[in-house]
């Protein structure tokens, strides 16, 4: 039994990951239309950059929280304004292609100078140990990511689906030349948008280190299954993919408990069959 | 229709002084030409429609001024500054609210998100209980989801809007289109209403017998360009060549 639990929280913290990157993923698409492959890339970059910072600064694990979906923002930002902003109303497939090709740049220059092992980067002191709960054994670290991802999720939501700037993202993504005509910068707020994104899976990646090491392909290795985690839950939608990722995350670790062949590609069984069912995903709207 | 005889027109029934110039208005969809050479004049506090058949280049013209089209020339000045080149938010902000011909209600929002989603861009605006008071079915249905409305509530939505955000020159491109006569009536009427409280409106309208019952001047427009102009009280005067003009 106490596999058991051990694989649901396994399956939690995965789901967690799932939940913000695809979360991310669902933002930048709802507003720009574009497929964002360079998302595993990005969310390399932030474990990296919580490396450097902690490594060449002293800076601690709880600064980079903050510091790194800035930094890794603002590249994201740059990328927005000098690439991506020119895709605007071409189809999908060019967004998908531009971003795959920066994700292989960013990963090609990290594996040159680091190689493909991982770097070391040490749970934070106030986050170490464990509680017995009596059924398990909790890695205090693995708890606050769960509660920590979930925090942050439910905060984007609510940013997006109950405040005035929500609501501003919202109909941009109806109609962005009415909005604007309103007299709200539009591009700008594309701009942040995709820095949103972006700072949300560098935030992913810091609190990745700790669990799975710092290494450039560590974003190549997760995003296919984010990838089809969005699917699942439908393209753009922002609960969709918080609930799909968290429930993803638990399935996936129920069968490496109960039939652990198939572990590694029953996300991708059920993305066939929600594909099947419903080409929206659970809750998505069309593309 | 000569310059002069249009600022002619224009000086009769002017009840403040010039705030909008338009000038040898060109515009282009892609490869296609839709305005060629389009002059007209709005006086402060007018009520000025924009006359013609499908096609003719009216919501071009409301959409050039906004700033949505991608290519224009020529020159637009409002309160004296030429804004042909500039974005349409920046438009947005020197007070011009535009309340498209399609609504533009956002189905993702409320009708309290629809109505709160302009940002004020300059003081003066309605405030909400004056909206209401404007229209009374807005207030009752809040909550619902904007596009759950039914034609005319969306009308009404759509000009509500942009009463808050403190613009002060409204262009409104053919409210009455698909409504029910009764809610015709209650948006003349709130038309009317604007004027007194010191709105310039910018109106598109097929509906003639709507648009003379609100316009103080007429512009009609064939082919890209302003063809005739003349005032409310010249109206009975031209009503052969209107008649004409839009083949009815």
New interface residues.
């Given amino acids: 039994m106490q596999a058991l639990y051990a694989q649901l929280l396994v399956g939690l913290i995965n789901g967690s990951f799932y939940a913000l990157l695809s979360l991310g993923l669902a933002v930048i698409f709802g507003m720009l239309n574009i497929i964002n492959f360079a998302h595993g890339a990005l969310y390399m970059m932030g474990a990296f950059v919580a490396y450097f910072l902690l490594n060449l600064g002293g800076i601690s694990y709880w600064w980079a929280l903050l510091l790194a979906p800035i930094i890794v923002g603002i590249f994201g930002m740059i990328l927005e304004r000098t690439m991506l902003q020119w895709l605007t109303g071409l189809d999908h497939l060019y967004g998908l292609l531009l971003t795959f090709g920066i994700a292989l740049i960013v990963q090609g220059v990290f594996q040159n100078y680091f190689g493909s092992s991982g770097l070391p980067y040490s749970i934070p002191d106030q986050l170490k140990g464990g509680v017995n709960l009596g059924f398990m054994f909790l890695p205090i670290y693995r708890g606050w990511v769960v509660i920590f991802s979930l925090v942050v999720c439910i905060a984007t939501w609510f940013l997006i689906e109950k405040t005035?700037l929500g609501?501003?993202l919202?109909?941009a993504?109806?109609?962005p030349?009415?909005?604007?005509?309103?007299?709200?910068?539009?591009p700008r707020m594309i701009t942040l948008t995709y820095g949103l994104g972006v700072g949300l899976a560098a935030l992913a990646g810091v609190l990745s280190a700790p669990i799975n090491q710092v290494r450039p392909l560590m974003g190549a290795d997760l995003i296919i299954v984010v990838f089809a985690v969005v699917v699942i839950g439908g393209m753009g939608s922002i609960m969709g993919s918080i609930i799909t990722g968290f429930a993803l995350g638990v399935i996936e670790g129920l069968t490496k408990y109960f039939y652990p062949e198939a572990s590694n590609t029953v996300v991708f069984v059920l993305m066939v069959l929600v594909l099947l069912v419903k080409p929206t995903g659970l809750t998505g709207r069309a593309a | 229709m000569p310059e002069t005889a249009m600022a002619e027109a224009s000086a009769k029934t002017a009840t403040g002084g010039n705030i909008l110039q338009v000038r040898n208005l060109e515009a282009w969809y892609g490869e296609s030409h839709i305005l060629h050479g389009i002059n007209f004049d709005v006086n402060a506090g007018e009520v000025v429609t924009l006359l013609g058949r499908n096609g003719a280049g009216k919501t071009t013209t409301l959409k050039s001024i906004m700033g949505i089209i991608g290519k224009r020339a020529g020159s637009i000045k409002f309160n004296n500054q030429d804004i042909i080149r500039a974005t349409s938010d920046k438009i947005a902000r020197m007070g011009i609210a535009f309340c498209p011909e399609e609504r533009g209600i956002f189905s993702s929002l409320d009708v309290r998100e629809n109505l709160l989603l302009p940002p004020v861009v300059r003081p003066g605006g309605l405030p909400l209980e004056q909206i209401f008071d404007l229209f009374p079915n807005l207030k009752e249905r809040l909550n619902s989801q904007g596009t759950k409305l039914s034609g005319g509530e969306q009308q009404m939505l759509a000009i509500a809007r942009i009463l808050r955000t403190g613009a002060s020159f409204l262009m409104l491109d053919e409210p009455t289109e698909g409504l029910a006569p009764v809610i015709i009536q209650q948006i003349g009427h709130t038309i009317a209403r604007l004027k007194k409280e010191g709105f310039t409106i910018l109106l598109v309208e097929q509906n003639f017998r709507f648009a003379s019952t609100v316009a103080d001047r007429y512009y009609v427009v064939e082919h890209g360009k302003i063809i005739d102009g003349f005032s409310n009280a010249e109206l009975a005067a031209n009503m052969d060549k209107l008649h004409t003009y839009l083949g009815v």
């Fill in positions: 005035r609501a501003y919202r109909a993504t109806e109609n030349t009415l909005v604007r005509a309103f007299g709200i910068n539009v």
